[in-house]
């Protein structure tokens, strides 16, 4: 469901101060992601933002306002725009949450995104299967380009089969095939296995799988990837980074080894998504 606004003037919000060199001859230009979502528009180098006011007021809409709020993070984290039920959901949920009650406060309600059933099952799987297949993170753009592979509004049958076709594409992708194609059954466990650092209880099973058929390549790879111990390893890391890809749109920085660093002490993850939710990164993008 898409709020109506009325976009009344365009603001830049380069936070550049009076002077600052600028192109010779800027022009508008419209960057487009995803051509589902919204996009977005820069004057020369500098990011434009919309005025959104109510239709018929001159009241802005920021995002302080729940309904705003609750429909960016469906853009943001679920890459789609809401659905009716799920949005109207959400929303009840926010509105009505006494004031005091953590478990259906704004943090909640984000938090709520990550922990979904569509986004662990689309852009945590990304993540993983980024770290299992090439010891790696993926970068931003990366994380775009294939998340979007896996359709959104889906059932939950229809998300499975999903993740089955994506992961079957994804270990006929050259740079797997160079990396992995070679090696043996147990080599082939093993190499996914130290590539996240981790050895998995099943791995015996995994290799006698393997060997006799009972299950594929991109079966395998799923299992690690998926598995209790890759998961404890890093989710503390990737609740971080694809915190940067989705409150600020952008590949982490140095920054985020102390966020880490910290949440694996502290277990806050309520903090954690205060921290992003209040900062100036965040809400200056609205």
Not at 107 to 131: M, P
Not at 154 to 159: F, G, K, S
Request: aromatic content about 12%; some cysteine.
């Amino acid at each position: 469901m898409k709020l109506a606004i009325t976009v009344l003037t365009i603001a830049l919000t380069a936070a550049s101060a009076l002077g600052q060199s600028q192109p010779a001859t800027p022009t508008f230009k419209i960057v487009t992601d995803d051509p589902n979502l919204p996009s977005e528009v820069y004057y020369g180098s500098i990011k434009v933002k919309p005025l959104r006011v109510r239709p018929g007021t001159n009241k802005r809409i920021t995002i302080d306002d729940n309904d705003f709020f609750i429909q960016q993070h469906f853009i943001d984290f679920l890459r789609r725009l809401p659905d009716a039920t799920s949005f109207t959901e959400r929303l009840n949920a926010l509105n009505n949450c006494a004031p005091g009650n953590t478990s259906c406060d704004r943090i909640a309600a984000s938090q709520s995104f990550f922990n979904s059933d569509e986004f662990q099952g689309r852009g945590l799987l990304v993540y993983k299967l980024f770290l299992t297949s090439y010891a790696r993170k993926p970068t931003y753009k990366e994380f775009l380009l294939y998340v979007r592979q896996i359709a959104p509004y889906q059932t939950a049958q229809q998300l499975e089969a999903s993740k089955v076709a994506f992961v079957n594409n994804w270990v006929t992708k050259s740079a797997f095939k160079v990396r992995y194609d070679q090696l043996s059954a147990a080599a082939y466990v093993d190499a996914l296995c130290a590539a996240v650092n981790v050895t998995v209880a099943n791995r015996n099973t995994l290799i006698n799988d393997l060997q006799a058929g009972r299950k594929t390549r991109a079966q395998v790879l799923r299992a690690i990837a998926e598995s209790t111990e890759v998961n404890k390893r890093y989710y503390n890391e990737a609740y971080v980074v694809m915190g940067y890809f989705g409150y600020y749109r952008r590949n982490p920085d140095n920054k985020a080894v102390q966020i880490i660093n910290q949440l694996n002490t502290t277990h806050d993850y309520r903090a954690t998504t205060n921290s992003f939710l209040s900062s100036p990164s965040y809400r200056s993008r609205f």
